[in-house]
């Protein structure tokens, strides 16, 4: 069992930056896949950014160049880096883990709002 508390969320202004920060407990981190997903009101949860057991990145190409996802193994945390933000990055933004045997776990989420 893995469990996951986000936190960094907030209002920004567009172009603004945000750093959210995901720790998990419960599991060797360093075993885990860890992402960024989020959900923007009326859509369906979306991938946003995925950081593998040997640091190798991945983006949607709508945040690719903006935000940064990274891992801190000797803390047990993922974070995610947002930069340039705009209005339509609005959402809440869910941490992922994924362990070896192929189970997901979600944290409970962050609210993120672009707005001038």
């Known amino acids: 069992q893995v469990q996951l508390v986000e936190s960094g969320g907030g209002l920004v202004q567009p172009g603004g930056s945000l750093r959210l920060s995901c720790k998990a407990s419960?599991?060797?981190?360093?075993?885990?896949?860890m992402g960024w997903y989020r959900q923007a009101p009326g859509k369906q949860r979306g991938w946003v950014a995925t950081?593998?057991?040997?640091?190798?990145?991945t983006y949607a190409d709508s945040v690719q160049g903006r935000f940064t996802i990274s891992r801190d193994n000797a803390k047990n945390t993922v974070d995610l880096q947002m930069n340039s933000l705009k209005l339509e990055d609005t959402a809440i933004y869910y941490c992922?883990?994924?362990?070896?045997?192929?189970?997901?776990?979600w944290g409970q989420g962050t609210q993120v709002t672009v707005s001038s």
């Open positions: 992922k883990a994924r362990s070896p045997l192929g189970i997901g776990y």
């Open positions: 419960g599991s060797i981190f360093s075993t885990l896949v």
């Open positions: 950081i593998s057991r040997d640091g190798t990145t």
